[in-house]
């Protein structure tokens, strides 16, 4: 596919989505949502892709949507514009994939958003995060479904309430972020992240990952009853007897998907 708005690459074992609307910071209009779907559907069938990485160039990861193009539009505009955000979000959860965010400057809105739908996040210390809509009189509705899963009711309902930013710290504290480094260590520090993650089993790691989401909304006797399923099946498959079997002879597990 032709990207206009995005940069993708595969960097064996690890797949590069990169926000490439420097100008605006970032803004996810509508081109760039479709083109990041595209993307993830590529990496997520690519045989040498392990893990995802979303990053972004120029100053700051995204301030969110595009606002030039969300003026003097009607509703039918707006339906397809939150449902293909929703749609982009959910396939960040869905691919097998862990997908890493790679935060620098500003995440605000629905870049604040694309933060908390990624699996992980790893942050420069000068980032800042923020659900700024109701200063451009618009709730930020759709950010707050990941935002508030990964912070708590009461300090995302802050956020949202007061369109204030948190500093990276904050974040790292409130559970929105994984990692705070230095600017200069980020991108060491996200791919350092990324290959202890691609030195697994990716069929465990893909098993892994469905299960975490699955049962996050059950009961718990439900995700435990789920759960106990999904290890049953896992341990029965070749790389949880190959894991076994490695680690009772003391030696290095061989994947059965191993790109060595």
Known sequence: MDYQHIR??????????TLNRPSSINTLSLELLHEVIAALDALADHPDVRVVIIDAEGRGFSVGHDLNEMV?????????????????????????????????????????????????????????FGTTGLKVGLFCSTPMVPLSRAVGRKRAMEMLLTGDPIDASTAADWGLVNRVVPLEGLEAAT??????????????????KAAFYRQEDMSQSDAYSMA?????????????QEGFRAFLEKRPAVWSDSLD
């Open 8 to 17: 993708v690459r595969v960097e064996s074992p690890l797949g590069r989505v």
């Open 72 to 128: 003097d539009k009607e509703h039918s505009f707006f339906d397809e514009l939150f449902s293909t955000c929703t749609r982009m979000m959910e396939r960040i959860r869905s691919i097998p994939q862990p997908v890493i965010a790679k935060v620098h400057g500003i995440a605000a809105a629905a870049g604040c958003q694309l933060v908390a739908a990624c699996d992980l996040a790893v942050a420069s210390d000068e980032s800042r």
């Open 191 to 208: 791919v350092e992240l990324a290959h202890k993650i691609a030195g697994y089993s990716s069929e465990v790691v893909g098993l892994g």
């Open 228 to 240: 106990q399923d999904v290890m049953a099946g896992n341990a029965v498959i070749a790389d949880g």
